[in-house]
């Protein structure tokens, strides 16, 4: 019999359901049905693929109280943070790629030199992978499973997908939804198990993984991708820093900052893990916050804003990173205080990067706090981390919060905002350092589920061109002489002089220029701007 996987409510812990864990060989059969299903979608042009998959808006939109349960059941998130952190995203991706999939994907003439290649066109076409697999994390299952699987598909690719264990309910709500629309059998595809099942999708030999979750995991994903080889995008942990300088709207930012260190518990990879603020108005801000959090509500009631912790697992690390920091000397608004599987979330200030709440990604309801003195600093600081995913900067003069963030070792930032930037569907999403490559969202993240073939068509008539054997003394002159002609320095007429006799073995290509030239011509007058 197969082993099981048994998913308990955070809410209550009821268990939700028991699954049996997907063996070796089933995915082996499912690698094979997805083949079949990614052959047949890749040849549906990307209009009909955008009209299929666009029907899954109405359907989210329609179901949209009921997709909310199962997340809350899951994740032990409270219902407001189910509905924007998870399905937002989700229709603005969708409403960005029915928009522009095709422009995005469209094939591209590109106009070639009228010299080095006279009578050749150029071209490049985007091809899907073939079969993506994604593998995804437990604190936002719903948008972090359907964000790269949409735009796996939206591309053309078949996909396997694998929740983490303690979501599984929400994969196989994602099939039901899909199960609702006219696409190829197998299409979409889940696996159910623990890391060695997600090992056992990769050995299956999909041709693109997407992974999101903890950076030891990724290193494990990436060596294991290689022996097959298969590329791979990492979406891995973070440890964010929000920079606070004192022009800016201190009540603003300390709300953000609740929000950004405390929504979904902390456990977000573009959590406020560590909060700068300027000497000034340290000591005026740090009050602010103490005030903020003990507002704060905890629970599921009609006004909760944190809901319970999805992975007690995770408690562990916040208690280790609250205990150590006490122990170095921060101070804290409250101790740590655990109700069942709800956290009451605790700033800590005078904190300093010798704590681990510093260091490491705590992935929980602790926001450090500590002091800077300069726009240098607060950067040198920021970048002091071996994670660079998002980072948030607040200041009046969005000049100087701008140009901060531009120093910032980081794939995403965001000025007087936070969190937010990841929802905006155009922008490209990723990570640097320990916190992954590659990029998804916006034209880019659609591009990077496929493979560019590119092209080079000769028209010309000629048996041998002037590149080909047989080379010779005379033929270096020539060569040389060309290279001359284009690259040189001086005008057009001074290189034509000077090179006039190794150019008149270009002569032969003069007929069948003609054409070329009023193509190329053309191209570069409706060429897009965006290649
Ligand atoms: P995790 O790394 O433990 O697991 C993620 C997924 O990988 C799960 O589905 C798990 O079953 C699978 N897995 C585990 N070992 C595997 C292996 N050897 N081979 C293949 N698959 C394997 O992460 P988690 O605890 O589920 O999620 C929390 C982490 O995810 C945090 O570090 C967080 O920062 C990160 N995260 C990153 C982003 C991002 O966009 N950068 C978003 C959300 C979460």
């Keep these: 019999m197969a082993e099981t996987i048994q998913v308990i409510s955070p809410l209550d812990e009821r268990v939700l359901k028991t699954y049996p864990i997907t063996e070796r060989e089933e995915i082996t059969q499912k690698m094979a049905t997805a083949r079949l299903a990614a052959s047949i979608w890749s040849g549906y042009s990307v209009e009909k693929r955008v009209g299929l998959l666009s029907q899954l808006k109405a359907i989210i939109l329609s179901d949209c109280d009921a997709i909310t349960e199962v997340i809350m059941s899951v994740t032990g998130k409270v219902k ?3 509905l924007l952190g998870e399905i937002y995203p989700v229709l603005e991706l969708l409403r960005y790629y029915e928009k522009n999939a095709a422009r995005i994907l469209a094939p591209c003439r590109l106009a070639t030199s009228p010299l ?6 150029a071209q490049f076409e985007r091809r899907p992978f073939g ?18 699987l949409l735009t796996a598909i939206f591309s053309g690719n078949a996909t396997i997908f694998k929740t983490s264990e303690f979501s599984i309910p929400v994969g196989e709500l994602i099939l039901q939804l899909f199960n609702r ?34 950076v030891i995991t990724g290193r494990a994903i990436m060596a294991n991708a290689a022996q097959h080889p298969i590329p791979v995008i990492l979406e891995l942990g973070g440890k964010d820093a ?8 201190l009540e603003r930012a300390c709300n953000a900052a609740m929000y950004g260190a405390f929504s979904s518990s902390g456990q977000v990879c573009v959590a406020t893990e560590r909060l700068y603020v300027q000497e000034t108005c340290y000591p005026k801000f740090v ?17 909760g804003d944190l809901g319970a912790l999805t992975s007690l697992d995770q408690y562990t690390i916040v208690e280790a990173h609250y205990h150590d920091a006490i122990a170095k000397g921060a101070k804290a608004s409250s101790s740590l205080q655990l109700n069942g599987r709800y956290l009451k979330p605790v700033v800590l200030w005078d904190v300093t990067h010798d704590m681990r709440v510093m260091r490491e990604e705590t992935f929980g309801a602790l926001l450090p706090v500590m002091v800077f003195n300069s726009e240098e600093e607060a950067f040198r600081l920021a970048n002091d981390s071996e994670f660079g995913l998002n980072a948030s900067v607040w200041s009046a003069d969005i000049e100087k919060a701008e140009r901060v963030a531009r120093q910032l070792q980081v794939g995403n930032w965001a000025v007087n905002d936070v969190i937010k930037n990841i929802g905006h569907a155009a922008l490209p999403f990723g990570g640097v350092k320990n916190s992954g490559f590659g990029r998804y969202h916006g034209a880019e993240g659609l591009r990077n589920f496929t493979c560019t073939v590119s092209g080079l068509t000769s028209r010309s008539q000629l048996n041998e061109e002037p590149n080909w054997f047989p080379y ?13 002609f284009i690259f040189g320095d001086g005008t057009l007429w001074q290189r034509t002089t000077r090179n006039w006799l190794e150019l008149q073995v270009f002569r032969g290509y003069a007929q069948s220029n003609a054409r070329q030239h009023w193509e190329n011509f053309m191209i570069k007058l409706f060429r897009r701007r965006d290649y």
Excluded: C
């Design 181 to 214: 629309i006219p696409l190829p059998e197998g299409l979409v595809q889940q696996v159910i198990g623990l890391g060695e099942t997600g090992g056992q999708l990769i050995d299956g030999r999909p041709d693109l993984v997407f992974f999101t979750g903890g």
């Design 131 to 148: 079969v993506v697999a994604i593998i995804s994390p437990w604190n936002f299952p719903f948008q972090l499973t359907l964000s790269p």
């Design 242 to 249: 929000m920079l606070v300088f004192d022009d800016a709207n």
């Design 472 to 484: 010779s003394d005379q033929r270096y002159k020539e060569m040389h002489g060309f290279i001359d």
């Design 80 to 82: 407001t943070e189910v």
């Design 116 to 121: 080095a290649f006279p009578t050749a066109s």
């Design 287 to 303: 009050k602010m916050l103490q005030d903020a959090v003990n507002k704060l509500i905890v629970g599921h009631g009609p006004e």
